[in-house]
């Protein structure tokens, strides 16, 4: 049985959180976080994870307001998608991230972890990620 890695993205101005995920189990991990300078990523770190993981696809949280009007942030995330589609050629799916850096904000402090300072929010941000990942690994037809 083949086995389809994905990464997921947890798009913000200052980080990029990272999670990677496969179909098989549905399920993601937290990979890292990398800053971002003026809303832009590491582009050659960022193309290097994707290269050592190589995924099926990708998937990129866009952020809406909770009554599900865009944000300026939500612009942002859709060109990062786009920008990352093109510089990597692969396929980036877009999923609705409502709420999921307070879920991960959430599950960090259930598990007593800190999400202040520098260190917290990069474990926000990739935790993000690996919700978004597995949002959108479940509205995916099984493996």
């Known amino acids: 049985m083949c086995t389809q ?4 993205f947890d798009y913000g101005w200052r980080r990029l ?8 189990t549905g399920s993601a991990q937290p990979v890292t976080t990398l800053p971002c ?5 590491d582009w050659g770190a960022l193309l290097a994870l994707i ?7 990708l998937v990129v949280g866009i952020p809406y307001h909770a009554d599900g009007s865009a944000s ?16 990597c050629g692969l396929c980036v799916h877009q999923v609705d991230e ?14 007593g972890q800190m999400a202040r300072g520098t260190a917290g929010k990069a474990r926000v941000d ?14 995916q037809e099984p493996a």
């Not at 959180?17 to 098989?24: N, Q, W």
């Open 51 to 57: 290269e050592t993981w190589q995924p099926a696809a």
């Open 98 to 111: 409502r709420l999921s850096s307070h879920e991960a904000r959430r599950r960090l402090h259930a598990a």
């Open 17 to 24: 959180g990272i999670a990677v995920g496969g179909r098989l």
């Open 72 to 87: 300026t942030t939500t612009l942002q995330a859709t060109a990062f998608a786009r920008n990352l589609e093109q510089r």
């Open 37 to 41: 300078r003026q809303g832009q990523p």
């Open 5 to 8: 890695i994905y990464l997921g």
């Open 126 to 139: 990739r935790l993000a990620a690996q919700i978004i990942l597995e949002t959108w690994l479940s509205e």
